[in-house]
């Protein structure tokens, strides 16, 4: 994919202005109506930037989903800022940004001024949309989790360890139910397979 951040002169400033303009409200769109959280934006955001305006291949999406996973924040916001990068560079993720942060701040504003906990639990209209809404959000995070194990390339072979992480962090057990302790092991022992092969490698290069 051709990057076109840099314009060399004013002709390309106008398409690059409305890149900008739908990079933001498609960000907007994808804030303003999704529910669960970034997990359940993931499968909205590819639909919207690999299906339907093509600016990045699924497979470059899935390596950028990667990266956001590993990185600290918001994984909506996360995701936001490496596509909007990749499309327009700095601009670009603020861009990105700002269209998936503005729509949940002002929604979570709106209700925090209007909507108690009392009141959506009393309200018979408010509580039916709600549970309504779950099962939703459900499938918009089951789809996802989907996406990334097959970004990670997890098989048959290898999906016991996501499920066995799972369970610890559900069981709720001291210390290894804690999620921090398996990102800090899973980079660990990253790092020591990258080590190893590094090793092979020169001891290979040795050999010769």
């Known amino acids: 994919m051709t ?25 907007v769109k994808i804030g303003a109506f999704t529910f ?7 499968s909205i955001i590819q639909r919207e930037v690999v299906d339907k305006y093509h600016w990045i291949e699924k497979e470059e999406f899935l390596d950028l989903l990667a990266v956001a996973q590993s990185m600290p924040g918001i994984l909506a916001v996360n995701i936001a800022v490496t596509v ?3 499309l327009r560079g700095l601009r670009g993720s603020l861009v990105a940004a700002l269209g998936t942060i503005l729509p949940c701040f002002l929604i979570i504003l709106a209700i925090a001024m209007f909507l108690t906990p009392e009141l959506i639990t009393s309200n018979e209209v408010l509580s039916a949309i709600f549970k309504g809404i779950r099962p939703a959000v459900v499938a918009l995070i089951v789809a996802p989790v989907i996406t990334s194990a097959k970004a990670a390339k997890i098989g048959w072979k290898t999906a016991w360890i996501p499920a066995v992480v799972a369970l610890l962090i559900w069981s709720k057990l001291p210390v290894v139910s804690n999620p921090i302790l398996f990102i800090v092991l899973g980079g660990l022992v990253g790092w020591w397979q990258l080590h190893t092969v590094r090793r092979r490698t020169a001891g290979k290069g040795g050999e010769k």
């Open 36 to 42: 669960g959280g970034g997990w359940a934006m993931i």
């Open 3 to 27: 990057n076109t951040s840099i314009i060399p002169d004013g002709s390309q400033a106008s398409p690059q202005k409305g890149l900008l303009g739908t990079l933001f409200w498609t960000f």
């Open 84 to 86: 909007g990068d990749n």
